[in-house]
């Protein structure tokens, strides 16, 4: 799984997708076998390591880039690239700071984007590769048809593990209807939903990076996210004192940092949320009804509460008649029949379910 994208590079990308005016005259200068170093910023932290060059000020474009490449020194706009500042500048940053490059460009790329905390574009003549430095991270820029044959094959990838995730999810709320669940199930259901969720992560950068070229793939993957489940009602069905939005924040956290080898643990899934029984994947556990409840489509969040806090778990709270579901603030008696009635109906479907 790639490293996930931080904020800054997103929006350079976003910047550099096909048909923008940074994207082709990016294209031209490669076009034309030449190399260029340019600088998304140009505030103080810019100036003081910026020397000699001209100053421009002049309306950013395609081919108004590729010309002033065609100079030696460095080219700096600012943060939107709607203007060309300078041209001809010589960078000068921190030697000190530490990089991972070989050729002076490139060096000098890296060690600006480090000190200044703008993003860095460095074009290369000789090997024809455009490389983003921001974040901290290192982005050699793929090719439109590159990125998009990726991203059509994790759409695919996608698409499977869409439909064992809701596999998996029928298999939990049968268990969870039979009082059967253990800590094995709750983190097969967890790894189900973060490697879905890494996916389409995945492919919402691809989208970002392709632009008007990337619409099929987003409304391909908007219809297959379009509510899907997350990990929030399942860690607050399980996890001890999960009332606390910061327990649940906290679990997300730790379940996204799993490296993949880790996340195809269920061990280390249990583990790494605060799963109770931990490395006992035989612990049985009890929900508290949330997932569930949220598929009832009449019952607002701050009711689901209610019915929680009264019922103190799912198994009681099946067995619940109509008057015991009048006792809680909110639910009259057309409310509490369309409760009943579809509780009783997501029981009877997940059984069939399963064992069909």
């Known amino acids: ?3 996930t994208r931080k904020n800054q590079l997103k929006k350079t990308l976003a910047l550099l997708a096909p048909g923008t005016q940074l994207r082709d005259g990016l294209d031209r200068i490669l076009q034309g076998r030449t190399g260029a170093l340019i600088v998304l910023g140009s505030d ?3 100036t003081t390591i910026a020397s000699g060059g001209f100053v421009i000020d002049t309306e950013f474009s395609g081919t108004g880039l590729r010309e002033l490449a065609k100079m030696d020194g460095a080219i700096i706009c600012n943060r939107e690239v709607t203007t060309i500042h ?3 500048v010589q960078l000068m940053p921190d030697p000190e700071i530490t990089t991972t490059e070989s050729g002076t460009r490139h060096r000098t790329a890296e060690r600006v984007a480090k000190q200044t905390g703008y993003p860095v574009i460095s074009v290369s003549k000789s090997m024809s590769v455009i490389t983003i430095y921001a974040d901290g991270q290192r982005y050699p820029l793929e090719k439109a048809q590159e990125i998009m044959a990726r991203a059509n094959q994790a759409i695919q990838t996608l698409e499977r593990y869409t439909v064992r995730l809701e596999q998996e999810l ?4 049968a268990l969870e209807i039979e009082s059967d669940v253990t800590v094995r199930n709750v983190a097969l259901t967890l790894q189900r ?11 919402g950068d691809s989208v970002v990076e392709l632009g008007d070229q990337g619409r099929m793939v987003a409304m391909q993957l ?3 996210v379009l509510n899907q489940p997350t990990t929030e009602l399942v860690f607050r069905d399980y996890l001890p004192q999960a009332h606390d939005p910061q327990i649940i924040r906290r679990a997300q956290k730790s379940l996204a940092e799993l490296s993949p080898v880790e996340l195809a643990d269920p061990v280390a899934v249990a583990r790494a949320v605060g799963l109770p029984g931990g490395a006992d994947l035989d612990y049985t556990l009890h929900p508290c009804g949330y997932r569930l409840l949220n598929g009832v489509k009449s019952i607002p969040r701050s009711v689901s509460e209610r019915l929680v806090a009264r019922f103190d778990g799912l198994q009681t709270l099946m067995a619940a008649n109509l008057e015991d579901l ?7 008696e057309y409310r509490a029949r369309s409760i009943r009635e579809s509780l009783a ?12």
């Open 222 to 224: 908007e219809e297959l």
């Open 345 to 356: 109906r997501m029981a009877e479907t997940s059984l069939l379910d399963r064992f069909m």
């Open 1 to 3: 799984m790639p490293t």
């Open 326 to 332: 009048r006792s809680v603030e909110g639910i009259g």
């Open 170 to 173: 029928s298999n939990l709320s």
């Open 86 to 88: 300078r041209a001809g």
């Open 44 to 46: 103080e932290p810019v």
């Open 193 to 203: 939903l973060e490697l879905v969720r890494r996916i389409s992560e995945e492919i």
